[in-house]
């Protein structure tokens, strides 16, 4: 089965200090990966998704993912965090075996800090 | 453009009381719809997914339904609300690869 792990609950940093929020997945098949971003009492946000092609990904916002085959990571990065940036992120994996269901990793809290 | 409608934004119902909460899509047509619940502000949990009319397809055994009576409508509904079914419960939709949510519903069973 598709599973994603977040092993951080937590992260702070400073504004302007690079971050760096990690994932690992685990998947049969060709990953198919996504980063979403959650503001407080609200829906998820789309950040940006791996399907096939080059192993660093950009997307909304300044943030970007790479993605690492032989070490099954996809950690979410940006070289200059805001304070705007304090949200809740999740990792997510497609599993295309009915459906086409999303699995969400547990979540990963970051606190950026003026 | 498409978008997601989720009513209400929140709700307090007693234990025992019946559920229901809805969301509809507008600006595509069959897409797969998604219950998913949010427990303490953390990870998510599928509760139903739908790839069409009347097709529901169920995660885990639990006191909730859902029914897509219609294309872009998807329903979430209790007959007695148990205690732990509260949380936050978000609506999503897929045509092609990310998925979009609602702004969610926060339950709160008292």
């Known amino acids: 089965a598709q599973s994603v792990a977040q092993p951080e609950d937590q992260v702070n940093v400073a504004e302007g200090n690079p971050l760096t929020v990690k994932c690992t997945y685990s998947?049969?098949?060709?990953?198919?990966l996504f980063w979403y971003v959650q503001y407080p009492n609200r829906g998820l946000q789309f950040l940006l998704k791996?399907?096939?092609?080059?192993?660093l990904v950009k997307g909304s916002y300044g943030f970007e993912a790479e993605f690492n085959k032989s070490q099954t990571s996809f950690h979410l990065k940006k070289p200059s965090a805001l304070v705007s940036d304090s949200a809740l992120y999740f990792c997510a994996v497609r599993d295309d075996t009915g459906g086409f269901k999303t699995i969400f990793g547990a979540g990963t809290r970051l606190f950026v800090k003026a | 453009s498409q978008t997601i409608h989720q009513w209400p934004a929140t709700l307090v119902q007693p234990v025992g009381s019946p559920l229901s909460l809805e969301c509809t899509v507008e600006g595509t047509s069959n897409p797969n719809l998604y219950w998913y619940r949010q427990a303490a502000g953390r990870g998510l949990q599928l509760l139903f997914y739908?790839?069409?009319?009347?097709?529901i397809s169920s995660e885990v055994p639990q006191n909730l339904s859902a029914s897509r009576p219609q294309d872009r409508q998807f329903i979430l509904s209790s007959k007695k609300l148990l205690l732990s079914d509260s949380g936050f419960y978000l609506c999503?939709?897929?045509?092609?690869?990310?998925?979009?949510f609602g702004n969610g519903t926060r339950l709160t069973v008292t």
């Open positions: 999503a939709w897929r045509d092609n690869s990310p998925l979009h």
């Open positions: 739908s790839v069409g009319i009347g097709q």
């Open positions: 791996y399907i096939t092609g080059d192993n």
């Open positions: 998947v049969s098949g060709n990953p198919y």
